[in-house]
């Protein structure tokens, strides 16, 4: 089983962007898809974004299409999320994990990790 650490959260003015990084153990990283959540305070996990194994397709939820762009680097095992044009509704702790298909169908395979926090003041 693959281990997912995130990192590159941080805090960002309105409008900014952060590139968030997930670093993955175990040499069968790029058999996984992976995907994208985040919590905000008080609210349940969502699904952000996830990429195919090999990196040739993504998918975004509507409220950070545009804005977020997902890609992977197998030879460095690791897979980033970088985020433009920042909104405070953004705000959260954003995790990685693999998951079954583009859509995160079933939710996430793997455990969670401790993820990485992200505030965008406004």
């Known amino acids: 089983q693959v281990q997912l650490v995130e990192s590159g959260g941080g805090l960002v003015q309105a409008g900014g962007s952060l590139r968030l990084s997930c670093a993955a153990s175990g040499r069968t990283f790029s058999s996984y898809h992976i995907g994208w959540f985040r919590q905000a305070p008080g609210k349940e996990r969502e699904f952000v974004a996830a990429i195919n194994s090999i990196g040739g397709n993504s998918y975004y939820v509507d409220s950070v299409k545009g804005r977020f762009t997902i890609s992977r680097d197998n030879a460095k095992n690791t897979v980033y999320l970088q985020m433009n044009s920042l909104k405070p509704e953004d705000t959260g702790v954003y995790y990685c994990?693999?998951?079954?298909?583009?859509?995160?169908?079933?939710?996430?395979?793997?455990?969670w990790g401790q993820g990485t926090q992200v505030t965008v003041s406004s």
């Open positions: 994990n693999a998951v079954r298909n583009l859509y995160a169908t079933g939710g996430p395979i793997g455990s």
